[in-house]
T-cell receptor
């Protein structure tokens, strides 16, 4: 059972453009939604995260938009740069009172063209 | 560098051999996780430790897999009688009493 669905599978954006990656979840018990960035041969690195009590969180060029009623959240990368080329994963977990294990989406490979 | 280290970074073994991986979490982190990532997929949860106690194991963790975290510090993941399907990146992550998990660089296992 796929609890977190991510789209698109791959994305090509011109330098300076906006990259948008979407995720949908099924389990309403999820209460923590992070985004991770992964370069080839490296472990995932935490980019930004949100909890369902807010609809948007911004950190630098990265913004998470969260729609609790639709059970969807998205990552927006503003002014995309070639250095942003990587694989991005959304994830969800049930909170620190539980084990906190992360359920990941399938990933989106982003290519930013110069 | 997140401060989580894993050793070895790469392991090539023959089918049927046993392998052991080590993870050293960030020192003040009491929660430790193991995940497995196959090519083109997101990481999948394997097991979770709070201090030295193993509190959850995924159904993915067959009886050939065992994990330990003696004294609540470093952790080891052992795979016995490796199979070609075990080839993957094995990732370790740690955190304190929050959800912010910090991942190590992973151990890439290739089973020939």
């Amino acid at each position: 059972q796929q609890q977190v669905k991510q789209s698109p599978q791959s994305l090509i954006v011109q330098k300076g453009g906006i990259s948008i990656i979407n995720c949908a979840y099924e389990n309403t018990a999820f209460d923590y939604f992070p985004w991770y960035q992964q370069f080839p041969g490296k472990g995932p690195a935490l980019l930004i995260a949100i909890r369902p009590d807010v609809s948007e969180k911004k950190e630098g060029r990265f913004t998470i938009s969260f729609n609790k009623s639709a059970k969807q959240f998205s990552l927006h990368i503003m002014d995309s740069q070639p250095g942003d080329s990587a694989t991005y994963f959304c994830a969800a977990s049930k909170g620190s009172s539980n084990t906190g294990k992360l359920i990941f989406g399938q990933g989106t490979t982003l290519q930013v063209k110069p | 560098d997140t401060g989580v280290s894993q050793d070895p970074r790469h392991k090539i073994t023959k089918r049927g051999q046993n392998v052991t991986f080590r993870c050293d979490p960030i020192s003040e982190h009491n929660r430790l996780y193991w995940y497995r990532q196959t090519l083109g997929q997101g990481p999948e949860f394997l097991t979770y430790f709070q201090n030295e106690a193993q509190l959850e194991k995924s159904r993915l963790l067959s009886d050939r897999f065992s994990a330990e975290r003696p004294k609540g510090s470093f952790s080891t993941l052992e795979i016995q009688r490796t199979e070609q399907g075990d080839s993957a990146m094995y990732l370790c992550a740690s955190t304190r009493q929050t959800n912010e998990q910090f991942f190590g660089p992973g151990t890439r296992l290739t089973v020939l």
